[in-house]
């Protein structure tokens, strides 16, 4: 369901029309909310992506006229920590706009709008000395 900037999930759980959902789904059920920000002539692509894409094909494309001069390529490396990052396998995109494992999602409930969250916990086996 489309909605305008700024609209909080209040606002669309109210625009859910009238009979469209049972009593049952109602008080158990949820609704999903994803943000995703595109643009008309780019409707398969969130925005935040497709810049971070160009950003890299300018970066390579950088780099490569530096390779060509004669010159190192510039460097991606956290200042703070002295970290640097290969560019290439990056696809040229700095580390912070690779977030596609970024929550963009929010889960709600249908009875009283709160959120829900579930955890995951990770256990490891060992399988080498199984029966």
């Given at each position: ?5 700024f609209?909080?999930p ?15 789904e ?31 094909h ?49 889960l ?15 256990r490891e ?7």
């Amino acid at each position: 369901m489309p909605t305008r900037l700024f609209e909080g999930p209040e606002v669309l759980l109210r625009r859910i029309p009238a009979g469209s959902v049972s009593e049952h789904e109602r008080a158990h059920g949820s609704v999903k909310i994803e943000r995703r920000w595109v643009e008309s002539d780019l409707p398969e692509f969130e925005l935040l992506d497709a810049l971070a894409t160009a950003y890299g094909h300018l970066s390579e494309l950088v780099a490569d006229a530096h390779r060509q001069m004669g010159l190192a390529p510039p460097r991606t490396e956290n200042h703070e920590t002295g970290e640097r990052f290969d560019a290439a396998t990056l696809g040229w995109r700095l580390p912070c706009m690779i977030g596609h494992d970024q929550p963009r999602a929010l889960l709600l409930s249908l009875s009283d709008g709160s959120r829900i969250s579930f955890e995951s916990e990770r256990r490891e086996t060992d399988l080498t000395g199984a029966e």
